[in-house]
């Protein structure tokens, strides 16, 4: 009911003054205002007490749920299905479009697992394969950076690798919310500590790395304007950051590859360290391009589990379009 109403039905403006029904009709407006503030807050409580339900499931299960959620999410949302087609379909990965489109799903539902569920109970759903890289760098005494990209369960990896070494990693809050707390609580567990998406986020990250310390990056996450450089990406040129390559080249850091693969009916993940060599020497177009090429490649093993739905290509705010009648790469360098 509208407040002209209520007021033409329970307010007699014989017998009110105008002061009166005014006042009248604040108290209204704030009650109005009032309940969808509760209305919110009750359903973000919903949220996250669904999440907590959720973990107590199987990951089997979970997944299992997952694959028919993305189909789901892929049949009714016309604009996420142009978007994940047109993605995968420029990678030309789309031969792989009907499991990509359950395994998002399954990139949704696992997560009430990977955040809620208990640090041990996560930890043993995963195996580590190459973990004698990291080794090596911890060993010569040197940082290192690690590179994920949104490929697989980007979430446990962090997780993973924290339980066997100190971890700082870059983080932005979620736009739900309620959301928060959790995600705060999950990823700031033991040895996993978290840095702020902007400038004093930068420079504690520089501070780890320098202190032979280990970060983690998603290094196809679009970037702010002035944080990246335009750079081709499965042969479209997209805004990628240059935040990696500063790192290296002002602490001499190893950079190592890293992503989790899910493996079949929700038995864990394998999570993949690989080697990746890359000189300061190199100029930064070269380097953010050598650095692509290296996602392309961890793409490649498993294409059907990357984030395709991520608007990857999108113009950050005041960022100048890369010209289209010439290539993103001014100086190709070999992946």
């Not at 009650?31 to 973000?44: A, E």
């Not at 002002?250 to 864990?268: C, D, V, W």
Request: proline content about 8%.
């Amino acid at each position: 009911m509208s407040l002209r109403r209520f007021s033409e039905i329970y307010i007699p403006p014989r017998k009110l003054s105008l002061t009166r029904r005014l006042l009248l009709c604040a108290i209204l407006r704030l009650l109005k205002k009032f309940g969808k503030v509760l209305q919110k807050r009750m359903l973000d409580a919903m949220l996250v007490l669904l999440f907590r339900l959720l973990s107590y499931l199987p990951l089997p299960i979970l997944h299992a749920i997952g694959s028919a959620f993305g189909w789901a999410v892929y049949l009714a949302s016309p604009s996420y299905r142009r978007r994940l087609q047109e993605n995968i379909r420029q990678a030309g990965f789309d031969c792989h479009l009907s499991a990509a489109i359950a395994e998002s799903g399954k990139n949704v539902l696992e997560l009430p697992f990977i955040w809620c569920a208990s640090p041990q109970r996560v930890l043993k759903t995963v195996t580590i394969k190459n973990w004698e890289l990291v080794q090596q760098a911890q060993d010569a005494k040197r940082g290192i950076i690690f590179l994920t990209p949104h490929l697989g369960c980007f979430e446990v990896s962090a997780q993973a690798t924290a339980a066997h070494l100190p971890l700082t990693v870059m983080y932005r809050p979620p736009r739900q919310a309620a959301l928060k707390p959790l995600i705060e609580d999950a990823r700031a567990r033991h040895n996993l500590s978290l840095a702020p998406a902007n400038l004093s986020g930068v420079r504690a990250l520089f501070k780890v790395v320098k202190r032979s310390g280990a970060i983690g990056l998603l290094p196809d996450q679009v970037p702010q304007n002035g944080e990246g450089i335009w750079a081709d990406f499965f042969g479209k040129p997209a805004y990628t950051m240059t935040l990696p390559a500063k790192m290296l080249e002002m602490s001499s850091a190893t950079m190592i590859l890293a992503f989790a693969e899910r493996l079949p009916r929700g038995r864990g993940y394998t999570l993949h360290f690989l080697p990746f060599n890359m000189t300061a020497e190199l100029t930064p177009q070269q380097q953010v391009r050598a650095i692509n090429a290296a996602m392309e490649q961890l793409i490649s093993m498993c294409p059907a589990q990357y984030f395709w739905s991520y608007n990857h290509y999108k113009i950050p705010a005041g960022v100048v379009p890369p010209d289209e009648h010439t290539p993103a790469d001014a100086d190709k360098v070999a992946p």
